[in-house]
């Protein structure tokens, strides 16, 4: 018989909960929203912004919760809806689960940061090290104060790995993160421009990002991209702390990961790369530079933990993008076919590029054209006009044939480009619909970007829609 993530008895003792009601002899998981709440779990009752997760307890009793843990002052009211754990605060008590998982755990631990690609980079590092073993990883983007110890309280006990994405919009929130998980490796990706308007300068983002070492087990890897212009800030952060080493990966010299060739392909990466002065060829499952680039902070925490890089090669060419994260797709459009690109889970200036430069890459079909539909990239407080004018010239440099524009900071991206490049500009994205869909012809490669709070995805949708109707006719 599998064994429990927790018995009833385990986490009130980790909590120092109160019980009301028998405590359960066994949890199966961690729950703090009923919608995807499974029988067996500990259903946290979170209070939000919006909701408060007091409200749902009886709901996650009827959809077969094992307990529920709530705050003292919803106790009575909830008493006889089932075995409740009685704490003064359900945030903190959680965080102390958390911490109790770290404590019990024998897996080595990865913690990931970085302006750009901390989740893409977060699956790609469950992919490899669920080749050596049981790997545990964050779900999504669940990488925020209550995100990671809610990942941390769900790490079976039995997990050989763990990776934790770590996220911040502010100086001071990656630090607690961090000493909760207490990794073995660290990883930053990159710092870019991410987040400005909460920094004075980039500089300070890098200061932020560097606080995930503040968490590092003595020993530990610190693993830099050696490209980015902060490495040598990052470097300090990372030597200050219990690092035993610093790893630097990238494509300049001196990079103890280095990539000496990139190969784009359709449906591919292809990176020549040297570890340690030892060769390593691999193909990645997706395409991209950026995705080749943080490749080798993987390969190189995989070294650190003294893996199999055969091994992890290999997986590497099962990669697949995550959602609104690169997914492409083909769809019959009018009488012959597009390629739809979802880069909608968000965006920022480095990544927009990216994305340019990946569609600037990838062929199109006969009479096609490459077509990028940008949304606002938020938070970049009073430099936001000045970076969205900037994309110009990644339009031009990758050959991006038309643009269109969704949202007010996205307006300078189209009054900056040659007419011939304008595709069409909206307020919003549900108002630019039209012009996308009757602008598309066969050969298009059409590739969909913005901030998660300009909703792309609504463009994603309304294509899809079209491309249906275009099915439907060619088979009727």
């Not at 610190?222 to 702390?241: I, M």
């Not at 390969?299 to 199999?308: E, R």
């Not at 463009?459 to 275009?470: G, H, L, N, P």
Request: charged share 25%; net charge neutral.
């Amino acid at each position: 018989m599998i064994s429990p993530l927790w018995t009833g008895p385990e986490a009130l003792e980790a909590m120092a909960a109160r019980a009301v009601g028998e405590p359960p002899s066994r949890i199966d998981g961690v729950s703090i929203d009923t919608r995807t709440l499974r029988p067996g779990d500990l259903f946290v009752a979170l209070r939000g912004e919006a909701r408060d997760g007091h409200d749902f307890v009886h709901a996650a009793f009827e959809k077969g919760a094992a307990a529920a843990l709530v705050a003292a002052d919803r106790a009575e009211d909830l008493a006889g809806a089932g075995p409740l754990f009685v704490v003064e605060d359900t945030l903190h008590a959680m965080e102390a689960l958390g911490r109790a998982a770290r404590e019990r755990s024998v897996a080595r631990i990865i913690a990931i940061t970085g302006s750009v690609g901390k989740t893409g980079s977060k699956e790609a590092m469950r992919l490899l090290l669920s080749r050596e073993g049981l790997t545990h990883a964050s779900v999504a983007s669940y990488n925020n104060h209550w995100g990671v110890p809610l990942t941390l309280a769900r790490m079976p006990r039995e997990a050989r790995f763990g990776v934790f994405e770590i996220g911040m919009n502010h100086s001071g929130e990656i630090a607690p993160l961090t000493r909760m998980v207490r990794p073995h490796v660290a990883i930053v990706t990159t710092v870019e421009a991410v987040h400005i308007e909460h920094f004075r300068s980039v500089s300070g983002i890098a200061d932020a990002k560097g606080e995930i070492f503040l968490g590092l087990e003595p020993g530990g890897a610190a693993v830099l991209n050696s490209d980015n212009p902060h490495f040598e800030r990052l470097k300090a952060h990372a030597l200050a702390s219990n690092a035993g080493r610093v790893v630097s990966f990238g494509e300049g010299e001196g990079a103890d990961v280095r990539a000496e060739r990139i190969i784009l392909r359709q449906d591919m990466t292809i990176v020549d790369a040297r570890v340690f002065g030892e060769s390593l060829t691999y193909r990645i499952g997706m395409i991209g530079r950026h995705v080749a680039i943080n490749s080798l902070g993987l390969i190189a925490a995989v070294k650190a933990l003294g893996l199999d890089l055969a091994v992890a090669a290999l997986a590497l060419g099962d990669m697949t993008p995550p959602t609104g994260r690169g997914a492409r797709e083909s769809l019959a459009y009018g009488a012959g076919s597009i390629t739809l690109v979802d880069e909608t889970y968000n965006a920022n200036p480095a990544s927009v590029r990216a994305a340019l430069e990946t569609l600037g890459q990838t062929e199109i079909g006969f009479r096609g054209r490459r077509v990028a539909v940008l949304g606002d990239m938020l938070e970049l407080g009073d430099d936001g006009p000045r970076l969205h004018a900037e994309l110009a010239a990644s339009v031009m440099a990758n050959g991006v044939d038309l643009v269109f524009g969704a949202g007010p900071l996205m307006k300078n991206l189209i009054s900056a480009l040659p007419p011939e490049r304008r595709g069409g500009y909206a307020k919003a994205a549900d108002a630019l619909e039209p012009a996308v869909v009757s602008a598309l012809r066969p050969g298009d490669v059409v590739m969909v970007k913005g901030s998660r709070g300009v909703r792309m995805e609504t463009v994603i949708a309304a294509v899809r829609r079209r491309a249906s109707v275009s099915r439907g006719r060619q088979e009727g």
